[in-house]
């Protein structure tokens, strides 16, 4: 079983970092569930000393995204935020981060409560507007960290704009690819030196694991990023590492579908009369739907759109019967949730009302049941 260098996108998501088991052929990656390996004699051992460092579970899975994204290799670490907190490593007290003013909130969090602790800055824009990324530069400026499209408001960030601007000035450009997938987007065909993912959400697509993937591209930064999965141990488990692996070889599928059903759900609510506004990209009305078309491969399944008050998004969550209420998004089911009570409760109410997230919207992150289930569905909820 070789993976020919001309594989096509679907065939590098089934076999990148697959090779059957040496031991007994097995097709699937064994779960290597073991915290020690016994080695032959002092200073000869197989390539594995112990399971923090080093797990083939793990390591098939950081070689099938790293393939999957395009990078040079891939680091996977216990969740989104551990793998986001690991590239903050990089950064020295006194640097400068530009971020997405519509970042996520435990991104937010984390910048904010604990890495202003470290002596680290961070400038909050609109970075969908490139001339706000430059004018947010400062000499002391190390990291530009984008999320497109964001949530729960999708709007978006030219990459291959951010990627020149960060580039002229020897800036690294980190992408939060979570919402998209890279089925969707590959941040690094654009210019993106680091492309982190919560694989809790499309990569896994189970809703049954919690993880998170750094993929890089410069051999500096795999080599520190290995250093510090080993030095603070924020390691993604072998069970999890299985189950992400699981997930990424039915990717393109599941993209496909979540891709085809949020299209149609978007174009379903938006010539509802109770809808005031529907935010998806692949709507010839959404303000950026050109640049999408350019930098993503079909528009996603995350679908927000606004029912004119708190009262009537409260009463859709609350009576959706197949979709469920829940925060997170990616999975093969259906997820409705009020931003503004529930994913971005913590954001104050003026930053909320600065990116345009206001207490009417409801936000779906579309599965892959049926798409008039859906429809019938939201059309009942309604009512
Ligand atoms: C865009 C984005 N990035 C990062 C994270 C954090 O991921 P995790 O929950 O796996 O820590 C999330 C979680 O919702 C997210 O939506």
Known sequence: MKLPATARFSTICIHAGQEPDPTTGAIIMPIYQTSTYVQDEVGRHKGYEYARTQNPTRAALEQNIAAIEGGKAAVAFASGMAAIDAITTMLKAGDHVVVTDNTYGGTFRLFERVLRQYGL???????????????????????????????????????????????????????????????????IEFGADLVVHSTTKYLNGHSDSVGGIVVAVRDEDVEWLKFIQNAAGAILSPFDSWLVLRGTKTLAVRMAQHNANGQALAE????????????????????????????????????????????????????????????????????????????????????????????????????????????????????
């Open 121 to 187: 800055s961070f400038s909050y824009v609109d970075t969908s507007q490139p001339d706000l990324i430059e004018q947010a530069m400062r000499p002391e400026t190390k990291m530009l960290f984008v999320e497109t499209p964001t949530n729960p408001v999708m709007r978006l960030t030219d990459l291959a704009r951010a990627g020149a601007i960060a580039r002229a000035r020897g800036v690294r450009l980190v992408v939060d690819n979570t919402f998209a997938s890279p089925i969707v987007q590959r941040p």
């Open 268 to 383: 379903y609510l938006a010539s509802h009369p109770k809808v005031t506004q529907v935010l998806y990209p692949g709507l010839p009305d959404h303000p950026q739907h050109e640049l999408a078309k350019r930098q993503m491969r079909g528009f996603g399944g995350m679908i927000t759109f606004d029912v004119g008050t708190l009262e009537a998004a409260h009463r859709v969550c609350n009576r959706v019967r197949l979709m469920a209420l829940a925060e997170s998004l990616g999975g093969v089911e259906t997820l409705i949730s009020h931003p503004a009570s529930m994913t971005h409760a913590s954001v104050p109410p003026d930053r909320r009302a600065a990116i345009g997230l206001t207490d009417s919207l409801v936000r779906i992150s579309v599965g892959i049941e049926d798409p008039a289930d859906h429809i019938e569905d939201i059309r009942q909820a309604l009512e």
